[in-house]
């Protein structure tokens, strides 16, 4: 049951909500939504956060949990124009504890973007608790960095964080029929792959839709950039070197007012907050990852590779070297956006000539990970890495090892579980 009445004096929010109260919900559910709602049920005295990239379905599945709700529900948006204030929450606040209908859930879609938000929820949430509130809150973000940085200033020990990254194959192939290769190409933006017949809009469509989008809102707007072309730039400069190690001096030489090093390491991390690319540090045992050193670019889904270099798909398939590029960077999507709830961290190895593609090392464990795809090898990868790191395990994607259908199946745990 979802409240109309008393949201007559906020024109804006009786229009939001007239709107997701008839919207039709899409059939496919991710298993996370039955997860989150559980987790609100079995711990009201928790804030539920959940964080990830835009358009991959995170309002979507607060709407399905408040489909699901028996009792009175509100959900407003703070991705406006001008980013609203504390007052703004407040309001949408009081109209919650003031629902009939108990225990209430309120939903708050983009929260980071509220002035001081973590603060004012901090303020409000303690004083429901003092007062024995049943208020159930559900707080949605874009920007795991300033989520992250409110969660940790202010709202220590009050909440439980869930992702909801990119799309991974099994969700693209069960609720749109796509095959691995298919899902390898245009990426897991669910939003888009209605529009992969026709390859130039579909590229169009991510770029000035979702790209450009979470660059000028995600990053632009909500933190200080100096040089905010250089940042745009130095991300579609990344879109042609993907599972590549390109050190930040040749960067420099391919980018126009490019500053310097540090410069690009900032906003490679600021990049990497809003979910779009990361710069993997090379691994060291003992000490930690050398900062500055050459990144090895991931893009965390394929989509924005192709749609930012305007590829075409069977060229693309039949492009030996470029398609292992694509492959080898699912891998480490495919790690980056499962790690949150892991204690590994993903780096890579080089030393001379010899590469390792990937290395999950936590402080117990190390394990190397070799890509095998169409693309030329350098002999003796793993032999020389196992030899200076004995305890090691190995981890061999493809040619008759793990398979990639059953890789990109499988969930991490398992694979970890069963392979390394």
Do not use: C
């Amino acid at each position: 049951m979802s409240i109309f009445a008393q949201s007559l004096s906020n024109i804006d929010f009786f229009l939001d909500s007239f709107y997701i109260n008839n919207m039709e919900l899409p059939l496919y559910r991710r298993p996370q939504v039955d997860t989150i709602k559980q987790s609100i049920k079995r711990s009201p005295e928790l804030l539920q956060i959940i964080i990830g990239p835009r358009q991959t379905g995170k309002t979507t599945a607060a709407l399905q949990i408040r489909r699901d709700w028996k009792e009175d529900t509100i959900f407003a948006s703070a991705d406006t124009p001008l980013p609203p204030g504390p007052d703004w929450l407040i309001h949408h606040w009081n109209m919650a504890r003031s629902a009939p209908n108990k225990p209430v859930l309120l939903i708050i879609d983009e929260v980071q973007k509220i002035t001081g938000w973590s603060e004012t929820v901090k303020n409000l949430w303690d004083k429901d608790r003092s007062i024995g509130s049943s208020l159930n809150v559900l707080l949605l973000g874009s920007s795991s960095l300033l989520i992250k940085e409110g969660l940790m200033e202010s709202l220590a020990g009050r909440f439980y964080l869930h992702r909801l990254n990119h799309w991974n194959y099994t969700e693209v192939r069960d609720a749109f029929n796509y095959t691995l290769d298919e899902w390898l190409f245009f990426g897991g933006y669910p939003g888009t792959l209605k529009y992969s017949k026709d390859i130039n809009f579909w590229a169009s469509y991510v770029r000035d839709s979702l790209i450009e989008t979470v660059i000028s809102k995600d990053v632009l707007q909500m933190q200080k950039i100096t040089k905010p072309s250089l940042l745009r730039h130095l991300f579609y400069l990344s879109t042609y070197y993907p599972a590549e190690i390109l050190s930040y001096n040749k960067m420099l030489g391919q980018l126009t007012d490019a500053g310097n090093t540090t410069t690009l390491a900032h906003y490679v991390s600021i990049l990497e907050s809003a979910f779009l690319l990361s710069g993997l540090e090379q691994f060291k045992k003992g000490s930690k990852p050398k900062k500055g050193s050459s990144p090895k670019l991931i893009l965390w889904n394929n989509a924005l590779i192709n749609a930012s270099t305007m590829s075409n798909y069977k060229d693309t398939r039949n492009d030996h070297a470029k398609w292992g590029r694509l492959v080898e960077n699912a891998v480490g999507s495919f790690f980056l956006n499962n790690l949150g709830s892991l204690p590994y961290h993903l780096y890579y190895w080089r030393k001379g000539n010899v590469e390792v593609d990937f290395v999950l090392a936590s402080p117990g464990k190390i394990i190397a990970v070799e890509v095998k795809s169409s693309r030329m090898r350098k002999p003796m990868r793993l032999k020389r890495f196992l030899e200076l790191y004995p305890s090691a395990r190995q981890l061999i994607i493809g040619e008759g090892r793990i398979e990639l259908e059953e890789f990109f199946s499988s969930s991490l745990e398992d694979i970890l579980e069963r392979y390394a």
